[in-house]
């Protein structure tokens, strides 16, 4: 094997999440969200409680959540986010990110660090880092 073999080398978290995170108060609505998440092109935004990340939500909450339960849209997000939030450091190997996906199965991971979030990461993240590679 030679040494570019992404099996062999070590890929970081920090190297392929985006930095670009969107986040909310657990107060804002569930209509102030998604229109956040339409706005700026996401497919999730984490939830703060007092500046602290708490949980997650994901377009597919809106899906399930919302209309499943028929919670109305001005519901906060505190009441459709994930949680506890399933997260990961920065400087956590791609391997353990890949394995906790799995095991948790969750396509998003938040990165935090330092009760900071400071990028996100998805499964498509992963499959694109391994198929560039």
Known sequence: MNSSDPIQQ??????????????VDSSV???DAAKMM??????????????LPVGIVTDRDFAMKITAHSYPID???RRIMSSPLISIDPNSDLWVASDLMS????????????D?????LTSSDLVKHIADH
């Open 75 to 77: 519901t906060p997000v």
């Open 103 to 114: 095991t948790r199965n969750v396509k998003k991971l938040p990165v935090i660090d330092d």
């Open 38 to 51: 339409e706005d700026t092109g996401v497919g999730s935004v984490v939830v703060l409680d007092n500046n």
């Open 10 to 23: 070590k890929t970081w978290v920090k190297q392929i999440m985006n930095s670009f995170v969107v986040s």
């Open 29 to 31: 609505t569930a209509t």
């Open 116 to 120: 900071k979030v400071v990028g996100m």
